[in-house]
């Protein structure tokens, strides 16, 4: 408990804890309704307050761990089930933060999940409803129609006899205008055609300013892991990363804009460690199919550096890179010193993240950070700037000094 004893709460907070508190007396003789509302509450939260552990958390594991130790495993990630309660069972009888002391902790599977939602293709689903609302109006105006359309036929009857006669006579007085004007008119003399002046190419693009603020980098939220069904050593993870719908390479997940990112981490990384946790993603990668599902951006992680003559066997030990605990998913990350505009898509062919990533390294304090001396493009440059949120939080691992981060 020592290290929950040291985290600081806001006014804010604090009233919100009293508030999960009561409602967790609460829980303990709740009807199914409840628990469905808490299970939505807590679809998009690591702890009760979002990602900042506390007592709350304690107080809802006390009140529902009874209740999840005798649910089956339908009632726990089947269609119907309460995944998210279970999550926060998982994470609570296992945070080394809340420390808390269980003398028979409830078997939790995270690989057993029956039941995964569907992703909704955001493009399609606004498509659908245009289309929908289009056939909506269309309904509409065709009631309408109908409705004046037999008032309308006897004028209409009675107006066309009169405009063809109308019609008739314009006719003649147009044909006898046309004939006499054709007799009267001088021909012009054919103007010689003027060649066309060639258009000189247009001067290539400027090249983009060398640095590492080139890549999109921001705070991600994992709201859901599992093993890659074809592929041992990886992970497929859904991670809110602050996109807009309709974002191409989206989905909708628990009212979320999310994209697939697969990853090489399965077996360097727990994947209960992988759940409901925010992490730092690069955005502008061009995405791959790896094993057959796309994936759309890259999750940042630690590791030993290779030394000179060392093969790279990939065994680790992997520490993922931490935003701090208040950064909100899609919160723009960059380098001090270095901050400016990312690409939209990084070209493969300009190599941008095999420029830059070389610098990427961590610090005696952990922090993540950039050594612009490792880039022989930047010229002389020196200096390490540190890997910060939007908000001046800044990046850190759990225990690797000096490592590579890619």
Known sequence: MAALEALKYTPAEETEIQQWITRADSLKAAAPADLDALNTDLATRTTVLGTKPSKADIAVYEAVAPLVKAWSPE??????????????????????VLGLTVSEKIPIDADEILYVKPPVDAKAEKERLKKEKAAAAAAAAAATAGGAAQTLVDRTKEAAA??????????????????????????????????????????PPPPAVLSPCLIDLRVGHILKA???????????????MGDKPGT????????????T??????????????????????????PVKMRGIKSSAMVLAASPKIK???????????????????AKAGERVYFEGWQGEPEKVLNPKKKVWETFQPGFTTTDALEVAFDAGVVKELEGKTGLGKL??????????KSLTGAQVR
């Open 75 to 96: 009632e726990r990630t089947g269609q119907q089930g309460r995944p998210n309660i279970v999550r926060l069972v998982d994470f609570v009888q296992n945070s080394p």
């Open 226 to 240: 599992i093993k890659h069904p074809e592929a041992d050593s990886l992970y497929v993870s859904t991670i809110a």
């Open 162 to 203: 009169v405009v063809a006669d109308k019609a008739v006579a314009a006719k003649d007085a147009v044909v006898e205008a046309v004939e006499g004007a054709t007799a009267a008119k001088p021909q012009k003399e054919k103007k010689e055609k003027k060649e066309k002046q060639k258009r000189a190419p247009a001067p």
């Open 388 to 397: 910060v949120t939007e908000s001046g939080g800044v990046c850190t691992v």
């Open 261 to 286: 990112v697969c990853s090489g981490l399965n077996g360097l990384v727990p994947l209960e460690e992988m759940q409901g946790r925010k992490v730092v993603v690069v955005c502008n990668l061009k």
């Open 308 to 326: 000179e003559g060392e093969v790279d066997d990939h065994k680790g030990p992997v520490e993922l890179v931490n935003p701090p605990a208040d």
């Open 248 to 259: 191409d390479d989206t989905t909708e997940y628990e009212g979320q804009v999310c994209r």
